[in-house]
T-cell receptor, first 113, second 111 residues
Framework: GENVEQHPSTLSVQEGDSAVIKCTYS??????FPWYKQELGKGPQLIID?????GEKKDQRIAVTLNKTAKHFSLHITETQPEDSAVYFC????????????FGTGTRLLVSP | DGGITQSPKYLFRKEGQNVTLSCEQN?????MYWYRQDPGQGLRLIYY???????QKGDIAEGYSVSREKKESFPLTVTSAQKNPTAFYLC??????????FGPGTRLTVL
């Protein structure tokens, strides 16, 4: 069935380093790719999203890239800070008409001071 | 304040009981969703509703039921038929089918 694979499952970096999380999707018709940040015990918060007509989008220290040919998209966080520590989820829209989101399994990011 | 609220934050259920989780939004969104999250896993779709008085099953609807009588409200009932209901439940809403905004979640524990 339709699925989204996300890697790595855990990522540890030092403060100030960059972090990259990668996702692969299966449905070639997917056209919307959001990223969410989830802190412990809270609901996911949308941090950035990209649509299929764009290859890259940036918002301050966060950027997302999309390669539709390879069906890959990635989240890039530069100059990481301890408050970036959380679980990050990617998602891809699936289906025709009313599109649903299919989520990756999450990446736990730990930024050490 | 605009947003999505879920109640209660924590819920304990005895085996064989039905429980209802509340989800309310004041964002004027047409679509609402329920997801289940288990430790170390992604979000799995239980039910979704595109419009009032209409809803569809998601990937793991067995043992759950919903209603959508008002645009603002989308309650989820976890029935006794759900064999492993202990999980974190998340409600979301959107204006259409893409950008979804999540509530703070309800943690359900079966005693």
């Amino acid at each position: 069935g339709e699925n989204v694979e996300q890697h790595p499952s855990t990522l540890s970096v030092q403060e100030g380093d960059s972090a990259v999380i990668k996702c692969t999707y299966s449905d070639s018709a997917s056209n919307y790719f959001p990223w969410y940040k989830q802190e412990l015990g809270k609901g996911p918060q949308l941090i950035i999203d990209i649509r299929s007509n764009v290859g890259e989008k940036k918002d301050q220290r966060i950027a997302v890239t999309l390669n539709k040919t390879a069906k890959h998209f990635s989240l890039h966080i530069t100059e990481t800070q301890p408050e970036d520590s959380a679980v990050y989820f990617c998602a891809a829209s699936m289906g025709t008409g009313f599109q649903k989101l299919v989520f990756g399994t999450g990446t736990r990011l730990l930024v050490s001071p | 304040d605009g947003g999505i609220t879920q109640s209660p934050k924590y819920l304990f259920r005895k085996e064989g009981q039905n429980v209802t989780l509340s989800c309310e939004q004041n964002l004027n969104h047409d679509a609402m969703y329920w997801y289940r999250q288990d430790p170390g896993q992604g979000l799995r779709l239980i039910y979704y509703s595109q419009i009032v008085n209409d809803f569809q099953k998601g990937d793991i609807a067995e043992g759950y039921s919903v209603s959508r009588e008002k645009k603002e409200s989308f309650p989820l009932t976890v029935t006794s038929a759900q064999k492993n209901p202990t999980a974190f439940y998340l409600c979301a809403s959107s204006t259409g089918g893409d950008t979804q905004y999540f509530g703070p979640g309800t943690r359900l524990t079966v005693l």
